[in-house]
């Protein structure tokens, strides 16, 4: 079984990123445990507390008080590229993004390209979201399993020459199961990815100057669009 763990960025409501960082639910402990590691390094090396959260868009930014000494902007950054470069190159997480106006949607298209490629390779999924849409994505998804239309890329479904066909999701198990970012490592990693792939989609000039706009070229070839 597959783990995905789901979180978001948006540019004021009008993109909306959702991420997934995929793993082998047998291997959680190994990969924790990598993780935990890492972030023992970023103690050692930066004096980012084990407990503090990571928020992308607050790391960027320069705000609150992560670490038991300051880092600059620019320090904050190389920091941040470290992350993605540990992302893709510990092996041990396969990424997914989908980018859309509506933010349901696009949570709606994460979904459907996780359970595809879970379906190609014989998985079931199981999924971590960010706390804040429990409600709503629960529905979502059990709504999926029975009405799921997908449109053509082709313009008609070759079978019935309709414009949508629907393809009920059938390799999510269970509902989602919400955690709070700030106790989970692996939301926090996926909500740095989401984060780099906003800023490659939509720059901003006081983050391209620190290299935000091509961070995300570090997760490329990990990642399913």
């Known amino acids: 079984m ?15 990123i959702y991420s997934a960082l995929i793993l082998r639910g047998e291997r959680w402990p190994t990969v924790f445990s990598a993780v935990r590691d890492f972030r023992r390094r970023l103690r050692k090396d930066y004096g980012i507390f084990l407990s503090q959260e990571l928020h992308a868009w607050k790391f960027a930014s320069g705000k609150g008080q992560i670490a038991d000494r300051p880092l600059s902007k620019s320090q904050r950054a190389a920091i941040f590229r470290e992350v993605l470069v540990f992302v893709a190159g510990c092996g041990k997480f ?15 298209r994460l979904v459907n390209r996780i359970n595809r490629t879970a379906e190609a390779h014989g998985e079931h999924v199981l999924l971590f979201c960010d706390e804040g849409q429990e409600v709503e994505f629960t529905r979502r998804i059990r709504r999926m399993r029975i009405h799921n239309p997908i449109p053509s890329n082709r313009g008609g479904w070759q079978e019935s020459d309709t414009p949508t066909r629907n393809i009920p999701v059938t390799r999510i198990v269970e509902d989602p199961i ?13 909500d740095f990815c989401s984060y780099a792939l906003l800023r490659m989609e939509r720059p901003i000039p006081s983050r391209s ?17």
């Open 2 to 16: 597959w783990f995905a763990y789901i979180d978001e960025s948006k540019e004021q409501n009008s993109v909306f």
């Open 209 to 225: 100057i620190l290299g935000y706009d091509d961070m995300f070229k570090l997760l490329e070839h990990r990642a399913f669009n």
């Open 178 to 190: 919400f955690k709070d970012s700030k106790d989970s490592y692996f939301i926090q990693l996926v």
């Open 94 to 108: 396969r990424l997914f993004a989908s980018i859309n106006s509506n933010e349901l949607y696009a949570f709606e």
